[in-house]
């Protein structure tokens, strides 16, 4: 490393080790507040929350705050401008609503009392995602100290919304009613995690997804399977049929356009996903499954990082309850989700799967295809210069090399993406065991602390490195 | 038609035509005993039905009644012995239970108080099954006068059970218990029907039955299909895969053994079924279906009566309620029925079918197959002498020729076939319009006096062209 990079770490370090308490005793204090959008009975707590926030990033410096309100819960908005006013500018998005928590599911302390056992602090919101969003607050305040500065290096802009674990119902509204306000050269998701404890990892990228359900409708009423049995087209065996033929023999998707456009994986990304220390078989116990099935020519965690999906989600038809019912079905349905990669649009993914699954229903059976809201897929590419930034920045952090990730899932930041036109980036510090909407949900305060000091180099290197466009 | 056949017509009609009356009279006196087996409160009115057929059929001459209880409703048996020893024996099976009935469920009069409007007799088993077996009553009295005899022509048994409704819970044991007092040559089922008013026919065999559920295990619980999508087998994908390798295109069962042994269709079978009267749109408009569909090369009658197959039932798993829910379902499964036609045999077809799905089934999920209980096919022969004689006997009642055909479904007969070794003959006057289990349940006078005369002419014909072995 060089001189520069020494000089940035002896000044960060102290002055977080400095803070470490206050900023303990204010996270604590902010989970604390039972902030579950799911549950009515505590959205005042909820609104509670924005509020707590906004102060204390009022508190840390940010000039501009303010409590967004949407038809449901509240999002904060702050802004803290650059000196210079061509730095990149970057908007952290994040969330301060919470998952439901009880002491009966098995929490061994109040999951709204924050306690510290061993080096862990144990509440609900610890890592999803109250700590992830506040070390930001720590980061910055450390970013300045250690650089002289008063301003940061960057336009530095937070979106913390209130509704991300109740399905983010009005968070693309959001975004686009804020548009102009949002507007950045690149997202930064404090939202995800790394690979473990032991191996920090940047994610850079996340699957999309279409959902939709497909109804097969075949005789008027239920019939006899002994007076018609043979002889009329069931629908059951019609939505079994259509399921069947949704993979070929390589367990590849065999909807006609559907890898239209998809990204492939780069020699280099196969590389760093080989490089990751994936051990299949503990995998499965997380996947509680005996064997793994997929895409042939593809590795594990490249099926569920970088390839597009076709799963069931469900499937009904006919007579389900105990014992037999000698019926041909009147209808039946199955619900699919489509997981996307970088390159595919829902809309296109709709209309594949419309002509394909008219095509494959029989004569005499009907076929209602009904899509939902789609999610789009984002991927960052490996050279671009703020992943090399967010690289460098928890590189230096963590004093190891700094592995690459996906994520299978799907989240709000890809309409961040597609609203603001900006890259998506993942600066995650939890791990697989800090048990997200489990009981018990912990953050390590090491690799806490770690997100703080890699939010403190990130911004400057970011300034220094990444010229945008003006 | 021969001498002897005018003169038995014109000794049997005016006996019928001069006790018309009071055998109607009888018939609605028990018609107003709702023997309903299904509905627990009218245990006592099923046990009544049994005890006033026995005195009816004492009445009538039969030299042996009784009432056989079983754990659940009883059944009624009668014997008449013929004078000659070396005479068939013949037992005929029907059933003195009903369906439920309420007159709000659309009965245009009081489904138990039994009312003649046109020339139809309405009223809950008017013709499923009180009316087919009550004509037997006078049948056999119009035999006895007609031609100067003291008693039947062939040894006469009945059986009349009283769970039909509920699905026979004990009449497999019920045979099984009195198979000496029950032996036959033959066995004469008058619980079906005929092609239509126009168009006597025989019924000349029945569909046997074999289910299974089969369960598909995946995952230990419903998991995350964005973590683990496109990585794992997911049980529902398994269900429809296998459900659609069910038939080939074809539409044939590709159940490997599937069709061992199976009876094909005469070349005289399928002219016979050809000839009927068949309007393949009315079918459909009765099955409420838009399209045929079915095995290759052979006609919808063909498929539905001579031809086995295999139905879904059933089918479930993952997440069915509203919207979406993005999982990878812990299990899933599927219902099935496989129609079985003569020669089939269901140890042979449950065998085959575990071997292929287990073979079906991806590595990685685990398969839990339940067969039930199943039912044999049965199937006359079209050259069977006590066929022939009923052929003969029903033309001569119909003064027409008489058609042939099968019923896809299955029944109690097929235990009576195979406990008793004996083939089955179908004997039923009733037409598709009679409502069975409907509202207005009815049968049209002029078809049950045709089925008393049938049965008049049917004891003496057997006597006479049929050696049976000693």
Redesign the interface.
Known sequence: MSQSVDSAVSAVRPYIEQHRAAFLDDLAEWLRIPSVSAQPEHAADVRRSADWLAAKLRETGFPTVEVWRTPGAPAVFAEWPAADPGAPTVVVYGHHDVQPAAREDGWESDPFEPVVRGNRLYARGAADDKGQVFFHTLGVRAHLAATGRTAPAVHLKLLIEGEEESGSPHFRELVEQHAGRLAADAVIVSDTGMWSEDTPTVCTGM?G?A?C?IRLH????D????????????P??A?????????DEHARVAVPGFYDGVAELTDRERELFAGLPFDEQRW?GT?????????AGYS?LE??WA???A??????????GP???????SS????L?F?LVAGQDPGHIEKAVRAWAEEQV?????CDITF?AATRPCLTPLDHPALQSLVRAMGRAFDQPVGHTR????GPAADLQEVLGAPVLFLGISVPSDGWHAPNEKVELDLLFKGVETSAYLWGDLAEHWRTEP
Do not use: D
């Not at 019939?223 to 069931?234: E, K, Q, T, W, Y």
């Not at 014992?323 to 079905?329: E, N, Q, R, V, W």
């Not at 039946?332 to 619900?335: F, R």
């Open positions: 699957r997804l959902e359900e075949g005789p008027g009423q019939i006899h399977s002994g007076s018609f049995g043979g002889a009329v087209p069931n059951a065996t939505a079994a049929r259509l399921v069947a033929a949704l993979h499965l996947a509680k499954s005996r064997a793994t099935h997929g895409e594990t099926r569920v390839r597009p999906t799963e069931v989600n469900g499937i009904g038809g006919g007579y389900q014992g037999s019912k000698t019926i041909i079905p039946a349905m199955v619900k989700s997981r029989p004569a005499g059976t009907r939902g994520e299978g899932g799907s």
